[in-house]
């Protein structure tokens, strides 16, 4: 066995790029991933995919792999993980870090209506009587909305969803980062009234917003699950280099 590694939980654009500048500088990263989507973009260097098998897994996996640090770089909305890496961590007196991007705030011609998750939102679509709904929250979150018969929804995901889907409904597989001339056309050519959307934050999806904000579209914002309050939280991937350099 090498180096003990950096352990970087992932799934992010911010993981593939953190992983990026330690494979050209060191020190040894292992990049994790889920393996939700059929054909990640892996980052570069060591990779493994698959879940740990909770906090018993991932504990006995941190011990066996001899890991110096952990960076939780997953999105913002994936909680478990989030959770399971903290618990260990604090366990096994491992330094972690959270690499997040920070969440978006409305600017004064945004309308949204903030709601605290995801059966927030399918409540709100109804009492906005909205009828055509651009719903961008992931394959995950779908059901959530199947019940809601009399709204038709352009659903967008990177793998085709496996939930129950709204009777009404066209799905769209496509995979960010999104322009403002894809989210326009988008919306115009499918006459959208209503956004719906993670509050994930970063700039790669947030092109939606500035063109929903354009067009007078209502978005309905879901809010971050909350996140334990371990170990220290940078927003910049820099940050995160710097942090891991400093434990070498
Ligand atoms: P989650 O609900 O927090 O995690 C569910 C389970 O998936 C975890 O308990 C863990 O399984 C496994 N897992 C999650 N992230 C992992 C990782 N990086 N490496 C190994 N196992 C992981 O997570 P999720 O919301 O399903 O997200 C899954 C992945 O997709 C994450 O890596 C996240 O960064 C990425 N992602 C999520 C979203 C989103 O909106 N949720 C959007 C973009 C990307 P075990 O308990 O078996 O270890």
Do not use: C
Not at 15 to 32: Q, T
Not at 61 to 75: F, G, K, L, N, R
Not at 112 to 138: C, K, Q, Y
Not at 159 to 188: C, F, N, W
């Amino acid at each position: 066995m090498g180096e003990p590694p950096v352990l970087i939980l992932g799934g992010t654009a911010e993981a593939r790029d953190l992983a990026a500048r330690l494979h050209d500088g060191g020190p040894r990263a292992i990049s994790s991933l889920a393996g939700r989507v059929a054909q990640p973009r892996l980052p570069v260097g060591e990779v493994r995919i698959g879940g740990f098998g909770g906090v018993d897994g991932l504990r006995a996996w941190v011990i066996e792999q001899d890991v110096a640090a952990i960076v939780d770089a997953t999105h913002p909305f994936a909680a478990t993980i989030t959770a399971t890496a903290a618990t260990v961590a604090r366990d096994l007196g491992i330094p972690l870090l959270r690499l997040a991007r920070p969440a978006w705030t409305p600017g004064p011609d945004d309308h949204w209506i903030t709601v605290p998750d995801m059966t927030s939102a399918a409540s709100a679509v109804v009492a906005e009587h909205a009828g055509r709904v651009f719903l961008t929250t992931g394959r995950q979150d779908v059901g959530v909305f199947a019940g809601i018969d009399d709204v038709w929804f352009l659903i967008r995901v990177v793998d085709p969803p496996t939930a129950d889907l709204p009777r009404q409904h066209r799905v769209l597989r496509s995979r960010g980062p999104y322009g403002l001339e894809d989210e326009r056309k988008i919306m115009q050519d499918n006459q959208i009234d209503l956004l719906v959307t993670k509050n994930s934050g970063g700039e790669l999806t947030r092109a939606k917003l500035v063109v929903a904000a354009e067009l007078g579209v209502g978005v309905v914002m879901v809010q971050r699950p909350a996140q334990p309050q371990t170990g220290t939280t940078v927003t910049a991937v820099a940050d995160a280099v710097e942090w891991v350099r400093r434990r070498r």
